[in-house]
């Protein structure tokens, strides 16, 4: 009923940047929420930004200033402009979509990503 898809994800030098999308499909009364989750190598998955309908942003204390979160929502698409990458920026990105149901408005579901794995080299 719902897709996400990312892309944006590679390869880059410490200090260069990358930028992420995601787009979400389907169908669903409203998107209430996006953001992005990532997962190192034996690591837990962890928070690095999100965005709400109305704009509101969150980030983890380890991105903020560096990275920024948007969204387009003509396009149920959101950004993740990412600078001054660090080597411990290294891992999979994750996007998730949380909406609400096209048939019952008050049902909340969160869809996520295959995920995009973003290597930044020393």
């Known amino acids: 009923q719902v897709q996400v898809e990312e892309s944006g994800g590679g390869l880059v030098q410490a200090g260069g940047s990358l930028r992420l999308s995601c787009a979400a499909s389907g169908s669903f009364f409203s998107i209430n929420a996006m953001g992005w989750y990532r997962q190192a190598p034996g690591k837990q998955r962890e928070l690095v930004a999100t965005?709400?309908?109305?704009?509101?942003?969150n980030y983890a204390d380890s991105v903020k200033g560096r990275f920024t979160i948007s969204r387009d929502n003509a396009k149920n698409t959101v950004y993740l402009q990412m600078n001054s990458l660090k080597p411990e920026d290294t891992a999979v990105y994750y996007c998730?979509?949380?909406?609400?149901?096209?048939?019952?408005?008050?049902?909340?579901?969160?869809?996520w990503g295959q995920g995009t794995q973003v290597t930044v080299s020393s």
């Open positions: 998730n979509v949380r909406v609400r149901d096209i048939l019952d408005a008050a049902w909340v579901s969160n869809y």
């Open positions: 965005i709400t309908s109305g704009g509101s942003t």
